[in-house]
C-alpha cells in the first residue's frame, strides 16, 4: 500500500510504501480502539455509581420476559397445531 504525500508546490511528492504488517497493526488499532473505549467507559460508569451498571435486577427481569415470551410461544403453537388438526 502506497499513501502519496502532496507538498503545496505540485511538482514535489512522497511516497510512503506500508508493510503488510504496518497495515494490519493499524486495522487492528482500528478495531481494537473502540472495543476499548467502550470498556473503559463501562468500567468508569461503573465505579462513579458504585454499582454495576447492570445489577441483579435488570437481568432478573429479563429473564423473566424472555421465560414470558418462551410460554407465549408454546401457547401459540399449540394454538397452531389445534388449528391445523380442525
Known amino acids: 500500500m502506497n ?7 505540485h511538482d514535489e511528492s512522497r ?8 497495515k494490519h497493526l493499524i486495522l487492528g488499532i482500528l478495531f481494537a480502539l473502540p472495543m ?3 470498556f473503559v467507559g463501562y468500567w468508569i460508569a461503573e ?3 458504585g454499582e ?9 427481569a429479563w429473564q423473566n ?5 418462551r410460554q407465549e410461544l408454546e401457547n401459540l403453537k399449540l394454538q397452531k397445531d389445534r388449528d391445523i388438526s380442525s
Do not use: E
Open 3 to 9: 499513501i502519496i504525500i502532496v507538498s503545496k508546490r
Open 15 to 22: 511516497t510512503l510504501q506500508l508493510s503488510s504488517s504496518f
Open 36 to 38: 476499548a473505549m467502550g
Open 47 to 49: 465505579r462513579v455509581s
Open 52 to 60: 454495576l451498571a447492570l445489577g441483579n435486577d435488570a437481568t432478573k
Open 65 to 69: 420476559d424472555l421465560d414470558q415470551q
